[in-house]
């Protein structure tokens, strides 16, 4: 079985602060892959990003950027400079081999002007 | 492209009465999804087609949901009887071949169920 846990269910900042939101999985695959969608009010999931077990390597997207360590089974998610549109429920996922698709429970981002 | 389409939007029924909701993927994607979204919590996939086949049905409530995807394009998925615990958003995606990595999901707005 498979597990994503987000255990930040609520985050407020203020513009342009930092933040970091955590998320740790459990799988017994040694391939599989990881996901971050962001659900804005509208409700429609967005793909953010994507990672698949053998690639450790850090990313970097504009003020986006995201962190796997499989060491410590996390996949954490930074957005620096937070701006208000930034406020939306943000779910971490993960694909086992088998293609099934976990969600996390989902952190909701709040920016504050 | 077009997104993911779902109607309606939003459905107010009573339990015990039967609803159905009507999902069209993007063109061309083989694979369609229902999952279950409660308040505050994650997508829980209900079921999972390739083209008009179930691939996987395994969290479906299958005492009261049904589903199905005629002609591998749009699908419906309808509850009979619904029950109080089935309000949440019900949201369709599609990718083109199944394996997420290399088709990331598109997700509809989703349709919005309250059960009173």
């Known amino acids: 079985a498979q597990k994503v846990t987000q255990a930040q269910t609520e985050i407020s900042v203020v513009e342009k602060e930092d933040v970091t939101l955590d998320c740790v999985y459990e799988t017994r695959d040694t391939t599989y892959y990881l996901f971050w969608y962001k659900q804005p009010p509208s409700g429609e999931l967005v793909f953010l990003i994507r990672r698949n077990s053998f690639d450790e390597q850090n990313e970097i997207s504009g003020r986006y950027s995201w962190n796997f360590q499989k060491s410590t089974s996390s996949f954490n998610f930074t957005i620096t400079a937070s701006q208000v549109v930034d406020s939306a429920v943000y779910f971490c996922?993960?694909?086992?081999?088998?293609?099934?698709?976990?969600f996390g429970g989902g952190t909701r981002l709040m920016v504050k002007p | 492209e077009a997104g993911v389409a779902q109607s309606p939007r939003y459905k107010i029924i009573e339990k015990r009465q039967s609803v159905a909701f009507w999902c069209n993927p993007i063109s061309g994607h083989a694979t369609l999804y229902w999952y279950q979204q409660i308040l505050g919590q994650g997508p829980k996939l209900l079921i999972q087609?390739?083209?008009?086949?179930?691939?996987?049905d395994s969290q479906l409530p299958k005492d009261r949901f049904s589903a199905e995807r005629l002609k591998g394009v749009d699908s419906t998925l309808k509850i009979q009887p619904a029950k109080l615990e089935d309000s949440a958003v019900y949201l369709c995606?599609?990718?083109?071949?199944?394996?997420?990595?290399?088709?990331?999901?598109?997700f509809g707005n989703g349709t919005r169920l309250t059960v009173t």
């Open positions: 995606a599609s990718s083109l071949d199944g394996h997420a990595y290399n088709s990331p999901l598109h």
């Open positions: 996922a993960l694909e086992n081999a088998g293609n099934m698709l976990t």
């Open positions: 087609f390739q083209n008009n086949g179930v691939v996987d």
